[in-house]
């Protein structure tokens, strides 16, 4: 059974870092996409940013040159790097895994999701 866990979470002041983890287990993840999103109260979800099986990432704008995604050597835990963090960021974040490979992973199908972390900047 595929399961992904996410850790890392917590309270930080602005201007501040954390590093989000996932761990994944119950598939082949070495091949998959693995994918940051986040949701704010009362706001939809919204992707954040992913890392292809090749090595190549990508992000939404509102976090270049902040947010950095990695994988680990093994393939199955994901980290999402966050600094210079803004209160903005804050949010439920969660990990996903999509089979898909070939194009834009904003428009993957996420088949696993993660039970999310919560990181909130404080001002």
């Known amino acids: 059974q595929v399961q992904l866990v996410e850790s890392g979470g917590g309270l930080v002041q602005a201007g501040g870092s954390l590093r989000l983890s996932c761990a994944a287990s119950?598939?082949?993840?070495?091949?998959?996409?693995m994918a940051w999103f986040r949701q704010a109260p009362g706001k939809e979800r919204e992707f954040v940013g992913a890392?292809?099986?090749?090595?190549?990432?990508v992000s939404t704008d509102s976090v270049k040159g902040r947010f950095t995604i990695s994988r680990g050597s093994a393939g199955n835990t994901v980290y999402l790097q966050m600094n210079s963090l803004k209160p903005e960021d804050t949010a439920v974040y969660y990990c996903?895994?999509?089979?898909?490979?070939?194009?834009?992973?904003?428009?993957?199908?996420?088949?696993?999701w993660g039970q999310g972390t919560q990181v909130t900047v404080s001002s």
């Open positions: 890392i292809k099986w090749s090595g190549i990432t």
């Open positions: 996903a895994a999509s089979t898909y490979g070939t194009g834009s992973p904003i428009r993957f199908p996420y088949d696993y």
């Open positions: 119950g598939g082949t993840f070495s091949t998959y996409t």
